[in-house]
Nanobody, 115 residues
């Protein structure tokens, strides 16, 4: 059973930065793409970023150029560096991985951006 735990959320200012981490309970990063999603109040959960086992990354249009996804295989951790924050980045951020055994989500971490 894979367990994902996000951390690093909190209060950020417009134009500021926040770094999120997602730690996994086992070494799944080497073969599985890792994703970040977010869900703002009253809205559907939306894709933010993905990093493949080969290090290829893709981003939602709304965050491209501001957010960076990275991973540390030795630490079983994936990161989301969020720069140039905007109030519309306020959301609960979730880490996600799909393996041959299932689709796993972390409990989420709240990011609130003040204007």
């Amino acid at each position: 059973q894979v367990q994902l735990v996000e951390s690093g959320g909190g209060l950020g200012q417009t134009g500021g930065s926040v770094r999120l981490s997602c730690a996994a309970s086992e070494n799944i990063f080497r073969i599985n793409p890792m994703r970040w999603y977010r869900q703002a109040p009253g809205k559907q959960r939306e894709f933010v970023a993905i990093i493949t086992s080969g290090g290829i990354t893709e981003y939602a249009k709304s965050v491209k150029g501001r957010f960076t996804i990275s991973r540390d295989n030795a630490e079983n951790t994936v990161y989301l560096q969020m720069n140039s924050l905007k109030p519309e980045d306020t959301a609960v951020y979730y880490c996600n991985v799909i393996t041959s055994n299932g689709n796993y989500w972390g409990p989420g971490t709240q990011v609130t951006v003040s204007s």
